[in-house]
């Protein structure tokens, strides 16, 4: 039986398995984000749906992936890992992880449709993959070769080291958001017996959390932390998102007004002394003036566009979110590295004026992380907290609009690019706008607001913008009446050739 029916709902079975289960269970939910919004998967299907090699109850099954022969080679190299390790019955090591079957049906908020058993199997195979995948980019990344002493991941994994294609896919498939394999999995992983005879005390000292750290060192786009998240994570993507973005430390609560004393009653006041006239206005100065920068300010924002506007036509104009890198530039701004997206800001105080933003690594990888980080933030944090990776994305995507923009970035040492074009990475900025709800981090948007003022109060951008606001209905109406003009020419040009007034005129002549 399936979980949803043909027309989209859920099963009667299901519906049922969930209700019993919320009401005969007094824990609290445990459901972590394992499922992307179809708002935010409609945009680009193959950033969130693996392409390569599915992982988890949720694609594993999938009869495209199943058909691919990296589905055989995944078998394989579980299959060399289980050797590896003295065994040659499978089926032991899957009954091992059915105790976690329960808690990982837990994770997902939608029922799982298949058997204890199957999902253990299911667990079993790709948590051993991943495993492998760990043990060799994360601990190797790691420089702990140590603990790798035992075991040759790259023979274990073949062609997958040597295939660039292959690899860089499996990589990123590693790192979708519905492609995650349960962290209790490869913990359960750790804690068999098997496990401490294979690779004794010294990987149970560094446990998953270091294996995890090499990992997302590896696949970042950017800078992570050299401290491992306190809390235990529900996957390798959430612990990579706390990796980059630190905790924000509270706002400290508002300070009560302070209440002044109180008085004595006395007796009541005599009333108030009217007020004096007025004084005649000050005798006009000509030696007081505007400076030009505030009278090209004054007439900048005079509305110019609905004078020439019709009351029936409102201009539709792309909303700019903040100047772009080449246009910041352009008024004297430097771009300066910073660790972390929490420590972005615009700092007009210093000289030069200076934009501290955190260092990024483009590669083939890149989108498909970034993206699946932002629908993590957008579905696992509560309506009362700012979305600061979703809002920083987003004014990336303002100050990156042209290739121009790229190779600003590039020379302040903003962006690493590997093995992309400029024009790849505007790409890939411009299509990371989208998001489910408001984010509204103060930290972001007051980087933006004085990237705003700053750029809009320099004397050339107010002056570009007054002729531009002056001349733009101007060129619009020359525009039309030269349409006219050459359409009565056309016309004029028809009736000649018909009715022939190169003839007429002579017979008159």
Request: hydrophobic content about 40%; proline content about 10%; aromatic content about 10%.
């Amino acid at each position: 039986m399936s979980t949803t029916s043909r027309h989209g709902y859920i099963s009667q079975e299901a519906w049922f398995h969930n209700i019993n289960k919320i009401f005969n269970n007094n824990t609290p939910f445990p459901i972590r984000a394992f499922v992307v919004p179809d708002s935010l998967r409609d945009s680009k299907l193959e950033a969130y749906f693996p392409q390569v090699v599915g992982l988890g109850p949720l694609h594993h099954t999938r009869l495209e992936l199943q058909f691919m022969h990296m589905h055989i080679y995944k078998l394989g190299v579980v299959r060399q890992i289980h050797h590896e390790f003295g065994r040659n019955l499978f089926s032991p090591f899957v009954t091992e992880l059915t105790g976690v079957v329960p808690s990982v049906r837990d994770c997902y908020p939608k029922h799982l449709d298949a058997h204890d058993f199957h999902i253990a199997y299911i667990m079993a195979i790709d948590g051993l993959f991943l495993f492998v995948l760990l043990l060799h980019y994360g601990i190797r990344n790691e420089s702990n070769d140590g603990i790798l002493q035992n075991i040759d991941t790259s023979y274990i994994l073949g062609d997958l080291v040597k295939n660039e294609g292959t690899r860089e896919g499996i990589l990123r498939d590693t790192m979708m958001l519905e492609n995650q394999i349960p962290m209790l999995v490869l913990n359960r992983i750790l804690q068999t017996q098997l496990m401490y005879e294979i690779f004794g005390r010294s990987l149970r000292r560094g446990g998953l959390s270091q294996m995890l750290l090499g990992y997302c060192k590896a696949l970042s786009p950017l800078d992570v932390l050299e401290d491992y998240p306190e809390d235990y994570p529900a996957h390798l993507l959430e612990f990579l998102y706390h990796l980059i973005m630190p905790p924000e430390p509270p706002a400290p609560p508002p300070s009560p007004p302070p209440t002044p004393p109180p008085t004595p009653p006395s007796a009541p006041a005599p009333p108030p002394p009217p007020p004096p006239p007025a004084p005649p206005p000050p005798p006009f100065d000509p030696g007081v003036v505007l400076s030009m920068a505030e009278l090209v300010k004054v007439v900048v924002d005079l509305p110019w566009s609905k004078l020439f506007t019709p009351s029936n036509q409102a201009p539709v104009e792309k909303e700019i979110l903040i100047p772009t890198a080449s246009k910041l530039c352009s008024v004297g701004v430097q771009f300066v590295c910073t660790n972390h997206v929490t420590a972005t800001e615009f700092e007009v105080e210093g000289d030069p004026v200076s934009f501290k933003l955190p260092f990024i690594k483009l590669n083939a990888n890149t989108e498909v992380i970034i993206r699946n980080l932002v629908a993590y933030e957008q579905i696992s944090k509560l309506e009362s907290e700012s979305l600061v990776l979703t809002r920083f994305f987003e004014m990336m995507n303002g100050i990156i609009e042209t290739e121009e923009d790229v190779k600003v970035l590039k020379y302040h040492g903003i962006l690493r690019i590997e093995s992309m074009k400029d024009d790849e990475v505007v790409k890939i900025f411009s299509g990371m706008s989208k998001s489910i709800r408001l984010a509204n981090p103060s930290k972001i948007d007051e980087a933006i607001e004085e990237a705003n003022k700053y750029y809009n109060g320099q004397l050339d951008v107010m002056i570009c913008k007054f002729i531009k606001n002056c001349l733009s209905p101007l060129w619009n109406i020359i525009g039309k009446i030269w349409v006219v003009f050459v359409l009565i020419i056309l016309a004029f040009q028809v009736y000649c050739s018909v009715y022939g007034c190169a003839s007429k005129c002579k017979k008159s002549n």
